[in-house]
């Protein structure tokens, strides 16, 4: 059945557990769907995982939407999230409204992914009322990264903990149809996940949540670089392609390909 609003909030008060990917392209995008995975989040992970960035900084609204057309393309029937790039809901509320807008009457979304805090909460109930659906992202926040120093875990003292569950509440008052926690320690993603009565989706955030999200290319195994804690690889394409890549330029230099089955 297709994924709603409303369905996922069904699926929590049933206790049946989301599952969400990032998907960046239109063949990724298929497999995705083919595999049932309910939520597809063109998450701005694009930045490293696709576009050769450092951090999901550098990633734009077109390239953004860019990526989302293609995921519709591949998926024509998931449910798809646009990963609302870094200051593309900052500048003013009319920006930010224009810009999402943008998500689903360009990009082919269902909904938008907005990093921020409490601070943001205005800007989604404006976007709501608009009949934009939003998904709000809590705990550590990448687009914060220069300002906080790194990427850091959230909620570790009473504070930051308090924090958390404030910008998580705010964003459900403000209309928001789900929430991401990222890296929260587990027993305070328990928490927030018992107190909100919209879905949790965590990401290193521990068991509780009412979903899981991941990054493709780490549950893939298609990456440079370190492997975050949370991520687990179920497949190594890296190992898959070197072998491939370096079979075939082996067999261009050898002359053994094109042999006669691939010649016309
Ligand atoms: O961009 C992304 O991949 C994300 C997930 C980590 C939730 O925002």
Do not use: W
């Not at 709501?128 to 914060?144: D, F, K, R, Y």
């Amino acid at each position: 059945m297709k994924i709603t609003v409303s369905k996922l909030r069904k699926m929590k008060q049933e206790g049946q557990r989301i599952v969400m990917l990032t998907t960046y392209d239109a063949p990724t995008a298929r497999l995705a769907e083919e595999c049932g995975i309910d939520l597809l989040l063109v998450g701005d992970s694009l930045g490293m995982c696709v576009l050769g960035y450092q951090n999901t900084l550098q990633v734009t609204l077109e390239e953004s939407l860019h990526h989302c057309k293609a995921v519709r393309r591949g998926a024509p029937n998931s449910f798809i999230i646009g990963d609302m790039p870094f200051m593309t809901m900052h500048a003013s509320e009319r920006d930010a409204l224009l810009n999402a807008a943008r998500y689903l009457q360009e990009g082919g979304c269902d909904a938008v992914k907005i990093e921020g805090d409490s601070a943001l909460a205005p800007t989604v109930e404006r976007m709501v009322h608009a009949g934009i659906p939003v998904m709000g992202h809590v705990g550590l926040l990448p687009q914060h990264i220069k300002t906080a120093g790194g990427y850091r875990i959230s909620g570790k003292t009473e504070d930051s903990a308090a924090r958390v569950l404030a910008d998580a509440r705010a964003m459900e008052d403000a209309g928001a149809f789900a929430v991401v926690l990222e890296c929260v320690p587990a027993e305070l993603s328990r928490k927030v996940t018992d107190e909100l009565s919209i879905p949790t989706i965590g990401i290193g955030a521990g068991p509780y949540c009412s979903g899981q999200v991941q990054v493709v290319n780490d549950t893939l195994g298609f990456f440079n670089g370190p492997k975050p804690k949370h991520a687990k690889q179920y497949a190594n394409l890296n190992d898959i392609i070197q072998k491939a890549l370096s079979e075939y330029a082996a067999e261009v230099r050898s002359g053994t390909f094109p042999d006669d089955e691939h010649s016309f």
